[in-house]
């Protein structure tokens, strides 16, 4: 176990509709990381926080959207949902944002979220 | 091209065998690099990291060609328990943050 949780663990939504899913750094833990990863893709870097602001972005458009909060937790919202929106959506907990050491990045289990 | 490349398998293997993975990048400026592994509807778990100088971890042997910008993984003596599939990741620097880059995966199957 990592110590980092995730809810909910599946959700069912229509496209159109908005979701946030949420994210439990590890105790200790100020960047959280999110990515998305497809069925039969690996995980796609989505953005970085790092003490409560954009710290870096991927390749996703605005209405992918975070926040993280003081006690370093964080969410993920998307907007006006797509059918390729589609897919795992992991967050990872690191002591630093990944510049000294790349190896402690620690995963969530996942929300798995399903677009009809 | 995609800055991480892999072939996706599935490598279906016996019980004892030995199977190796190969991953190539594109970014030159990479800068870290590991295997994790991940298992069927769960999130990856880092498997073990990749120098240059080539590191072992049992029956784990990983490989890094900065040259070829190529990096492998050896698995010996394949258990049953090795079924999963392996992530080659890379993190080139971004200017003030890294990101984890993932190969989409190579699937193995160890059977009986």
């Known amino acids: 176990e990592t110590g980092v949780t995730q809810s909910p663990t599946h959700l069912i939504k229509t496209r159109g509709q908005q979701v946030t899913l949420r994210c439990s750094s590890q105790?200790?833990?100020?960047?959280v990381s999110w990515y998305q990863q497809a069925l039969g893709q690996g995980p796609q870097f989505i953005f970085q926080?790092?003490?409560?602001?954009?710290?870096g972005r991927g390749n996703f458009p605005p209405r992918f959207s975070g926040l993280q909060f003081p006690n370093y937790s964080s969410e993920l919202n998307v907007n006006a949902l797509e059918l390729d929106d589609s897919a795992l959506y992991l967050c990872?907990?690191?002591?630093?944002?990944?510049?000294?050491?790349?190896?402690?990045?620690?995963f969530g289990p996942g929300t798995r979220l399903t677009v009809l | 091209r995609k800055e991480v490349e892999q072939d996706p398998g599935p490598f279906n293997v016996p019980e004892g065998a030995t199977v190796a993975f190969n991953c190539t990048y594109s970014?030159?400026?990479?800068?870290?690099f590991f295997w994790y592994r991940q298992d069927c509807r769960k999130e990856p778990k880092l498997l073990m990291s990749v120098y240059s100088s080539g590191n072992e971890d049992g029956r784990f042997t990983a490989q890094l060609n900065r040259a070829s910008q190529y990096i492998s993984l050896l698995i010996r003596d394949s258990k049953l328990s090795d079924s999963a599939t392996y992530l080659c990741?890379?993190?080139?620097?971004?200017?003030?943050?890294?990101?984890?880059?993932f190969g989409a995966g190579t699937r193995l199957a160890v059977h009986p």
């Open positions: 105790s200790g833990h100020n960047t």
């Open positions: 990872a907990s690191s002591l630093v944002p990944l510049q000294v050491r790349a190896d402690t990045q620690y």
């Open positions: 970014n030159s400026a990479s800068q870290s």
């Open positions: 990741v890379v993190t080139p620097f971004s200017g003030g943050y890294n990101k984890l880059i």
């Open positions: 926080y790092y003490r409560e602001e954009e710290n």
